[in-house]
């Protein structure tokens, strides 16, 4: 964990991620909420002229993210990987503008209850910080099994200025099916997946842009 954590946060702005790796990397990755970290794990295994900050509190998931990599002995994956083992508000916060060139948020949690959606990661602030560190054109995954989450992430996210949604159009159905009930090849399943697709749920992913500036 020495080796790989990110021990404290600068101040608004003032982390540029490249700085976390040697040698500098092209290109650096964001996924916040990585859980068991198996997501962010084959992706580092598939892109390895990437590097990964992955975003966590909890300590069960981010020990599942260690025990992989403590058990790759050859990819240097402990080379590729960072992690912020707490709030991703507060590591977007602190990234520098432009900075991210793919973020991952993977079935974060719905918290269905009215009274609760102000705990749900997608909001105002959150897209505003993420679309302030993304680069031109960057991608920005999601994938959410709560119908009530996903209406509310596509009202929000299709609205910010900041990001269009990567959908097939509506007049290229049924010729190619909606791209959101189909997760891509280039997507790994997640744990949480798993246990959607177990309990009959039927899960989303949806694909954004960032739009260029100005
Ligand atoms: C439903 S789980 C999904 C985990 C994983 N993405 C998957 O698909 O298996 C939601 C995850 O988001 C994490 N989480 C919740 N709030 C967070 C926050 N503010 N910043 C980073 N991660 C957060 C939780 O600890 C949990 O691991």
């Not at 602030?125 to 302030?132: E, K, T, Y």
């Not at 993304?134 to 609205?159: F, H, K, M, N, P």
């Not at 910010?160 to 097939?168: C, K, R």
Request: with cysteine; net charge neutral; charged share 20%.
């Amino acid at each position: 964990m020495p080796r790989l954590a990110i021990a404290v946060l600068p101040g608004p702005g003032g982390l540029e991620p490249k700085s976390l790796f040697l040698p500098v990397p092209a290109r650096v990755w964001l996924e916040i909420g990585f859980g068991g970290g198996e997501h962010l794990v084959a992706q580092a295994r598939a892109h390895p002229d990437a590097v990964f900050i992955g975003a966590e509190p909890f300590v069960n998931g981010i020990a599942g993210l260690l025990a992989a990599v403590a058990a790759d002995g050859t990819d240097g994956l402990a080379e590729r990987i960072r992690v912020w083992p707490d709030d991703g508000a507060e590591l977007l916060a602190a990234l520098h503008d432009a900075s991210i060139d793919r973020a991952f948020l993977l079935f974060p949690d719905p918290w269905p209850k009215v009274r609760h959606h102000k705990r749900r990661f997608v909001n105002a602030a959150n897209l505003d910080q993420l679309a302030r560190v993304l680069v031109c054109g960057a991608e920005w995954r999601v994938a959410t099994d709560d119908s009530d989450y996903a209406s509310w992430i596509l009202e929000q996210a299709v609205a910010h200025p900041g990001f269009s949604w990567q959908a097939w159009r509506a007049a290229d159905w049924p010729a190619r099916p909606a791209d959101w009930p189909a997760r891509p090849a280039d997507w790994p399943a997640t744990r949480y997946e798993a246990k959607a697709l177990k309990a009959g749920q039927k899960p989303m992913f949806f694909s954004f842009c960032r739009r260029p500036r100005g």
